[in-house]
Structure formats: structure tokens, C-alpha cells
């Protein structure tokens, strides 16, 4: 295999030492950080850079999303928070692509006592797992933020959990596997080769048999389904659909927003993640519908009337995109768009590297 070349070379001799199943972030992340390592390396996907980041909201968000239980998760959510802007100037530094983070912070509001309640709670597991975040009443919220409906309650202002814009990530993630040496195969795997317990490669969906001398398994949502990986090692993951709505905000509006705003509307998660270019994104529902990415004239609904009771002004804005994604998630995730976590399951050679959210 050719360390060089961008795509054709598949079946070509040269065996590398890792082969990655899958070319999304996680996918991507892997494979660039092993060949900086001097190791040949190969990813194998019909489309990298695709994937969930095309439709994902980017939150960076340990602190909003801490859950009872989940102190583990919570010590790698902070660790790669605290990574975040290193990693961010160095791939922007290699690449010449901004990535669209912005340490932008984070507010979480309630429209009602319930919601209020429930926040105040999550204010209290923060301040004892000893986070930073400041409860602020209805009117200081709307100080911080003048767009929110005056009908909000209370709120958590979070100036520790930022976003990021995904698919600028990914592709500045494919340019810099380009730059270390990462050769991509635009094909999918098909199976996955073990020979007396060892990974020892892939067969491609057009028949070419790839070897390699570890496996990394990072095909999101499907990481469960790659014929050949033993029952005992099969990743739990599963694909949660989520709708997302993208809209401009025109200069004359702007600053819209100048966080990300997020609340609990009727039992359902919605949030407004302000980009750095203008753009606005809403998402997101959280449907069990297996691997449908049909956008639903319901869903799109609910997240217009979500969003609006949180944000009024919001249909003034042009309405730019609407987009559905499979996120992939795992068998405690209770919420999926809401709640990013991440599983990392190793199955030496064969690694999972799954990013779920
Ligand atoms: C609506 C929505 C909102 C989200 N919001 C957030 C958020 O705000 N914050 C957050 O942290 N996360 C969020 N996420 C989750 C986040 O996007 C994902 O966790 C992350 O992008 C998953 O990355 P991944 O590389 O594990 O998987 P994916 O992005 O799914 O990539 C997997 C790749 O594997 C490839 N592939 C699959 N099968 C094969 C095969 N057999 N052979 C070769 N290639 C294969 C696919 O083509 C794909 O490119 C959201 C997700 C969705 C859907």
C-alpha cells in the first residue's frame, strides 16, 4: 500500500501497521495521531469526513451534560475539554482550516418550575463534583442573553463548555491525515478477518482482502454490524436519529446569541448553538428509529416550536438547512442528541473507537 496516493491503491502490497474502519471524527483522530507516530497508516471509508459531523451541533459540554453516575465519563469529558485548545491550534496550525471554536460558554435555562427544579439540581452535583457553573435568575439570564423569552425562570451560566463546528473539524481532519501520510480507501469494509484471535484485517465490499498489523474499529453507529467481529467484542452501540436545523442570522440581528442557549421544553432537549460565521443551529430531536435519516415535517416542527418558546425572535432568521444524522449511542445513553458521551471499548488488536453521543 502506497503511503502517498489518496484512494486508488486499494489492494496494493505494502501491509500497514494500522488500518481504521471508519473515517469519522473519531476515525480520523486515531488515524492522524498513529502516523504522526510514524506509523503507516490507512482508513477505509466510502466517504471520510462524513459521518455524524456533517449534522452534529458541536457542543463541548462536560459540565452541562454531567449526569448522576457518570464520574468516570465526567474525568475524560474534562481532560479533553482542558486538551481542546491545544488540539485545536495545533491541527488549524498544520491544516490552515479553522475549526470554528469558539470558547463561547454555555447557558442552560428553564421556562418553568419543573425545569427549574431540575437544574437547580444539576447546579447542586456540579458544585459537588466541583465544577464551575452560576445559578442566575430569569432576569440575569436575559441580561446575558436580551433574545430569550421573558417566560424564563432561572438558568445555569457555564462559561467552561464551548463548541466546536464539526464539519470544519472533519475536514480539517482529512487534510491532516493527507499531510501525515494517511492513505484513504473509498470502500467499504466488509468483514473483518481474525485469525486465531487477532484482527488481522479486512475483505472490502469489492472484494479486495487488506491486511494490517492492528484493526481499529470506528464506524459509529455501525460499528456493531461489520460481519466478522466475535460476538463476545461486538460493540453495543445502536444509531439514535437526530434532526437539526440550521439557520442564518442576518447582520442586522447579530450577536443573536452570543452562547450556546439550551433548555428542557416539554420533556424534550432543545438547543441553539451559535456559530462564528452566522449560522445558527437548533437541534435536536432523539428518535429510536433505527437507521432512518428521513427529515420529518413533525420533527422540524418541534424544534421551530421549541426553540421559539425559548427564543421568539428565532423565526425571523432565515431558515437555511434541515438535516437528519445517526448518532451512535450506546445501550445507558438515556438521551441521545443531548447527551454526548463517548465509549472507547478495546478489544486488542481490534480497537473500538466509538464516539457517541
Ligand atoms: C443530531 C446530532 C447532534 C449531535 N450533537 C453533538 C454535540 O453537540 N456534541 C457532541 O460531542 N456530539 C454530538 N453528536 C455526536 C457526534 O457527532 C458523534 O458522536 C461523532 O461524530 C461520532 O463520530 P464517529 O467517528 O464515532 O462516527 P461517525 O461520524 O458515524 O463516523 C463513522 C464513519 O464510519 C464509516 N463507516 C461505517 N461503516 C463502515 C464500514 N463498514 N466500512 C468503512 N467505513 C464505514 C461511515 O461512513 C462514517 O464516515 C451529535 C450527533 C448527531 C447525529
Known amino acids: ?15 500497514p501497521d494500522v488500518l481504521v474502519i471508519g473515517g ?9 495521531r498513529a502516523a504522526q507516530r510514524g506509523l503507516a497508516t490507512a482508513v477505509l471509508d466510502p466517504e471520510p469526513g462524513g ?19 457518570e464520574e468516570t465519563l465526567l474525568g475524560l469529558n474534562l481532560a479533553s475539554a482542558r486538551r481542546y485548545p491545544e488540539f485545536a491550534a495545533e491541527l488549524t496550525e498544520l491544516t490552515g482550516h479553522g475549526l470554528g471554536y469558539r470558547r463561547c460558554g454555555t447557558l442552560a435555562v428553564a421556562l418553568d418550575a ?17 465544577l464551575q457553573s452560576e445559578w442566575l435568575s430569569g432576569r440575569e439570564c436575559r441580561r446575558l442573553e436580551p433574545m430569550l423569552a421573558p417566560g424564563v425562570r432561572g438558568g445555569l451560566r457555564v462559561d467552561g463548555d464551548h463548541q466546536i463546528d464539526p464539519r470544519r473539524l472533519a475536514a480539517a ?3 491532516a491525515c493527507e499531510r501525515t501520510g494517511v492513505v484513504f480507501h473509498r470502500v467499504r469494509a466488509e468483514r473483518l478477518t481474525v485469525v486465531r484471535d487477532r484482527a488481522t484485517g479486512v475483505v472490502t465490499a469489492d472484494g479486495t482482502v487488506l491486511a494490517a498489523g492492528q484493526v481499529v474499529l470506528a464506524a459509529g ?12 467484542v461486538l460493540p453495543p452501540v445502536r444509531p439514535v436519529k437526530g434532526q437539526v436545523l440550521r439557520l442564518t442570522v442576518p447582520e442586522r440581528y447579530a450577536p443573536f446569541l452570543s452562547r450556546t442557549v439550551r433548555a428542557v421544553v416539554r420533556g424534550s432537549h432543545v438547543y441553539l448553538v451559535p456559530r462564528e460565521n452566522g449560522e445558527l443551529v437548533v437541534g435536536a430531536t432523539s428518535e429510536e428509529l433505527g437507521w432512518d435519516t428521513t427529515v420529518t415535517a413533525g420533527g422540524v416542527y418541534e424544534l421551530l416550536r421549541d426553540a421559539h418558546e425559548l427564543v421568539p425572535g428565532i423565526t425571523e432568521l432565515p431558515l437555511t438547512e434541515t438535516r437528519a ?22 478489544w486488542p488488536p481490534a480497537t473500538t473507537a466509538t464516539g457517541c453521543c
Do not use: F, K
Not at 453507529?221 to 463476545?232: D, F, K, W
Open 1 to 15: 500500500m502506497s503511503r502517498t496516493s489518496e484512494t486508488s491503491d486499494v489492494g496494493s502490497d505494502v501491509t
Open 173 to 175: 481532519l482529512v487534510t
Open 325 to 346: 444524522g445517526r448518532a451512535p449511542a450506546r445501550p445507558t445513553t438515556r438521551r441521545c442528541s443531548a447527551r454526548p458521551t463517548s465509549t472507547a471499548c478495546c
Open 51 to 69: 459521518g455524524a459531523a456533517q449534522v452534529a451541533a458541536g457542543m463541548l459540554a462536560a459540565v452541562t451534560e454531567l449526569h448522576y453516575g
Open 24 to 32: 469519522g471524527i473519531i476515525g480520523l483522530v486515531t488515524a492522524w
Open 221 to 232: 453507529s455501525l460499528s456493531g454490524r461489520l460481519a466478522g467481529v466475535p460476538e463476545a
Open 114 to 130: 419543573d425545569d427549574r427544579a431540575h437544574l437547580r439540581e444539576l447546579h447542586a452535583l456540579q458544585r459537588e463534583s466541583g
